[in-house]
Nanobody, 119 residues
């Protein structure tokens, strides 16, 4: 069973930076997209950033220009560099790997890592 292990969350002041990492415990095949989602208290989980197997990226409008998603295929790892953090970025961040083969689809999820932006 493949597991996604996240790290890098924590408490940071507004304007600060954090880098989240998500490492897969084993190789994952048929990856369509890797991404980061977040969920704040009382809100639905939302896509923050995604990167396809071809390297194309997409971002939530509110994080464009501040967050950067990247991946290291050799290390089975996806990263999220977050700069100029704002209090509204506070949430639990989840790593996601979406796979598909033929008519089958499967989502892998990490356990979540807390990011708190506060004075």
């Amino acid at each position: 069973q493949v597991q996604l292990v996240e790290s890098g969350g924590g408490l940071v002041q507004p304007g600060g930076s954090l880098r989240l990492s998500c490492e897969a415990s084993a190789s994952i095949f048929s990856i369509i997209r890797m991404g980061w989602y977040r969920q704040a208290p009382g809100k639905e989980r939302e896509l923050v950033a995604g990167i396809t197997s071809g390297g194309s990226t997409n971002y939530k409008d509110s994080v464009k220009g501040r967050f950067t998603i990247s991946r290291d295929n050799a290390k089975n790892t996806v990263y999220l560099l977050m700069n100029s953090l704002k209090p509204e970025d506070t949430a639990v961040y989840y790593c996601n790997v979406f796979t598909a083969w033929g008519s089958n689809e499967y989502d892998y999820w990490g356990q979540g890592t807390q990011v708190t932006v506060s004075l």
